[in-house]
Each structure stands twice: as structure tokens, then as C-alpha cells.
């Protein structure tokens, strides 16, 4: 009979045999458990804050913000119509970022650069609209979802300057001009305003007490339309001013003096307007009229040199 293949330990080897597994079971533990004890701690610590930083202080959240519409236009266009100012936005995230987002730090651009003249409807979305937010933060909502918009195209015009004036010039006086420099302006702005547009205004001049020759510097000028704009704000008004006028008609005598062949005019009535105190000093033979030239025209009246640049003809019948 072949023996067996079976190896029989006796006693006393099992025992060794129990001894040095647990030694070696001990000495696993001790290396993993008891060695370096307060460096694993540590990483333990370290580990498992963050694992609850990431599993349990990040918990996805949303929160809704009433945050300004900033629209983006063309330079060659402008709204004419008075956009939605504000929306309501919803985002989600990272709550501690979430937490942290201000409304003032927030803004909803629209492009609107490629969009041509018109009215339109345009859509409000998280793909139409451009919101600026941390890294683990998305835009989720919009609303109103869709608004109303009416682009014009912008022109440009050379517009005559109106000058305003206010107060009271001393008695027996008055402004004989008031000639802005430059007497026009450019209006830029849309075209079914700027095409309307007769004159833009200057800010109210003062004329209390004024009784001479004077210029106002740098008076402001604008127009009434938020929309439209002047590219020159200011201007200078040069004011003339003087006695009160009034008008005299003077009988001129004429000598040989023919408007058509054969028929000689024999007087001419001037009607002048001019100074009070100088106009009513003045003279029927202060005055000369010169026949029109060959080549054609008007006959000429010429003032006298008190009454040059001062007073103006307003009437001339000969007799």
C-alpha cells in the first residue's frame, strides 16, 4: 500500500506555525494602523474634508436675480422705442458661488449688432443672452422671453442754430441781431427725427441790463430728443443791440432821373428803418439815389454816414 501525500505536522509544528501568522498579522497591522500614526491621521482628516467639500457643500442650487438689459446696437442705427431696462434671470450652481452673486455685479448684454433697421421681436434666452458668472455657475432661465424692438437708421444734418433769449434790456432799447457762431450745427440721430428737425435751440441767454454791443461765449446748445445728439455743444452768439427803431418815409427830389425812356421820375419815397434819435434827425436830402447801372439792376440808395450799417431800406417808390 503506497503512502499517503497527505503531509501530517505534529503538535508542536501547528503551533509554531499559528505563532508566526500572528506575528505577521500583527506586525501588518502595527504598520498600517500604528506606524507614522499622526501623518496618516492628518491625510485622513485632509481626505475627508474634502470629500465633504465637494459632496456636501456644493450641492447644486438655483437663485433668481432682476438684473439690467444692456442691448448692443450698430453705430448706423438707434431704438426708438423704449426697450425693456431690466430682466429676470435664474442661475444655478455651486451654492457658495451662488451665494455670492451681487445684482449690481450682474448685467444681461444683448447683441443686436448684426440686426438690420425694423421692427422686430427678439428672443430672450440663455443662448441669446450674455450673462458673466463664475466658473460652476449657469445661466438656466430668461424672462420676459421675448421683446418688442424698433431700430432706425441714424443720418446727419447741418442744422440752423435758434437763439433764446430771456430778461428785459433797459427801456428804449433793443437786440438788432443775435448771429450764433457757427449758425449751424450737426444733428446726428434718426432719420424721422433729424429729417423733421428745423432748428436746435441754445440755452436761454440773459439780456438784463444789456444795452450795448456784446458776445455770449460758449452758450449751450441741444435738442429735445434723448436719442439724438449735437456734435457741437456750445456756441458763441454775437448780440447787437441799440436805440429802439422805427420807420420814417422820406420824399427824396430826383433830378433827370429816367426808370424807362422818356418818363422822368421826379421824386422817390424812402421808407427807413433805423435808430429813433438818428432817423428822426435825418434829412430828405441826407439821402442819394443812383440810377441802376447800364448792364441792369436796381437803383442804388445811398444813407447817409449816420445811418450806415445801422439802418436799412424798406421801401422805395419813385414818383
Do not use: C
Not at 448706423?76 to 455685479?105: C, W
Not at 448685467?107 to 450673462?131: F, Q
Not at 458763441?236 to 422820406?250: N, P, Q
Not at 447801372?293 to 414818383?319: D, H, S, T
Request: no cysteine.
Amino acid at each position: 500500500m503506497l503512502p499517503s501525500s497527505k503531509v501530517m505536522l505534529s503538535d508542536h509544528e501547528t503551533s509554531k506555525l499559528r505563532e508566526t501568522n500572528s506575528l505577521s498579522i500583527s506586525r501588518v497591522f502595527r504598520k498600517v494602523f500604528l506606524d507614522d500614526w499622526t501623518l496618516k491621521l492628518t491625510a485622513l482628516i485632509i481626505t475627508l474634508a474634502l470629500w465633504f467639500g465637494v459632496t456636501g457643500l456644493s450641492t447644486p442650487v438655483t437663485k433668481r436675480f432682476s438684473i439690467p438689459l444692456i442691448p448692443s446696437i450698430a453705430t448706423n442705427v438707434e431704438i426708438i422705442n423704449t426697450p425693456r431696462e431690466e430682466v429676470d434671470i435664474v442661475v444655478s450652481g455651486d451654492k457658495r458661488k451662488v451665494d455670492q452673486l451681487s445684482r449690481s455685479d450682474l448685467v444681461a448684454a444683448l447683441d443686436l449688432r448684426d440686426v438690420a433697421p425694423g421692427d422686430w421681436v427678439i428672443s430672450l434666452s440663455p443662448e441669446t443672452v450674455d450673462v458673466t458668472l463664475p466658473q460652476g455657475v449657469k445661466l438656466v432661465e430668461v424672462q420676459p422671453s421675448r421683446i418688442p424692438i424698433n431700430l432706425e437708421a441714424v443720418e446727419e444734418r447741418d442744422i440752423d442754430v435758434k437763439v433764446v433769449l430771456s430778461g428785459t434790456l433797459p427801456p428804449g432799447s433793443e437786440v438788432y441781431s443775435a448771429n450764433p457762431l457757427p449758425a449751424k450745427i450737426r444733428v446726428r440721430g434718426p432719420a424721422s427725427f433729424v429729417r423733421t428737425l428745423e432748428n436746435v435751440e441754445t440755452d436761454p441767454v440773459d439780456l438784463a441790463g444789456r444795452d450795448k454791443d456784446f458776445t455770449a461765449r460758449q452758450v449751450p446748445v441741444g435738442v429735445s430728443n434723448r436719442k439724438a445728439s449735437v456734435l457741437n455743444t456750445v456756441v458763441d452768439v454775437v448780440f447787437r443791440i441799440g436805440e429802439k427803431r422805427i420807420e420814417r418815409t422820406f420824399l427824396v427830389p430826383l433830378s433827370g432821373f429816367a426808370l424807362t425812356p422818356g418818363m422822368e421820375q421826379k421824386t422817390a419815397l424812402l421808407t427807413i428803418y433805423g435808430p429813433r434819435t438818428v432817423v428822426q434827425a435825418a434829412e430828405p436830402t441826407d439821402f442819394r439815389i443812383e440810377p441802376a447801372p447800364p448792364e441792369g439792376g436796381q437803383p442804388r440808395v445811398v444813407l447817409p454816414p449816420e445811418l450806415e450799417n445801422i439802418a436799412e431800406v424798406r421801401k422805395v417808390i419813385f414818383r
